[in-house]
């Protein structure tokens, strides 16, 4: 499995095109590159932030978008982080957000790059985890990911597999300027994104070692909340619903983090603690392949999402965690027809 991740900042605007150049989007993009490049989940060959040469046009900033949704494969992840101007006209047939690129113009709307194609593109991705992180006004109108168009994955997890995190800005003004709370170099990046990389960069309290997108938007939330600076506040949204899924890897030191809690016993009681939501050592599970396979078929079969999505987390995790075939082919003997159903 690999992941691929593109990161969209066009920071530079034609001095007449009515669009301010803000120099945080531009920094924002590159820490994005720096933060993804040096987390063990990414690396550097997953990340590619796209220059500025190549943020000029529509069909430059499209043509990364298609090559990198085009080069992933079923069980990898991609991320498509854009940072910039959204925009939105009221004389549209419907709220369709559009991104700003190096050449759009602010009253010219065919100079912007639609979202849609660029929700066309993800969708039609083969990767199994498929998220938008958007870092622009009127982000809060971006649709869901999971969609017409959709195809399931080799797991199943192909149509709801699809997540949108967004910095819900409502105000077309909303301020770029950076958060000088933050530490060096993301003290320049505009508020969500340098807050969002600082929780990235020092990770967070809770005991796993993996940061999921559930995990990412409380803490980021949380800290912009406590910050000394006031901040608009993000309302997040991560529409999809796909908040159990890790993306990260949480990367506070473990003597640091809150104490990893004791594990259940038996299968019935790993479901009970997963659904009361309590905290669980989902690695301990993984100890005991067969187990861990009856806590997924019970879990699917949960009549509620949360169970289903439970179950395609711990399936996500015991994907990577069985390398020996026998130990996955114990897993997924237990496991395996719940997931296909
Ligand atoms: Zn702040």
Known sequence: MASRALVIGPADYAPDSGIASHPEIGQSA???GQVLESDPRWGTDAVEVLPAEQLGSVNDVMGAVQRTADQAEPGDTLLVVYVGHGACWSDMP??????????SRLLQPHTWLSSWYVYRAIRRSRASLKVLIADCCYSNLLPQLSGEGTKRGPLGVGAEGTCVLTATKNNPRADAKGCPRLPDGLDTCTPFSGHLLDVLTRGTRHHDDELTLGLLRDAVQARMHGCDTPHDLPNMILNGGREGMPLFTNRMARP???RTPSAPASAEEWVETMMRESPYPLDRLLDDPANAGRVVTL???????AGRRLALRVNERANRYFERPELFAQYWAEAGQALLA
């Open 30 to 32: 590159r820490m994005y």
């Open 256 to 258: 640091d983090r809150e």
């Open 94 to 103: 419907d709220d369709q957000v559009h991104l700003a690129v190096g050449s």
């Open 299 to 305: 879990l699917a079969q949960q009549a509620n999402d």
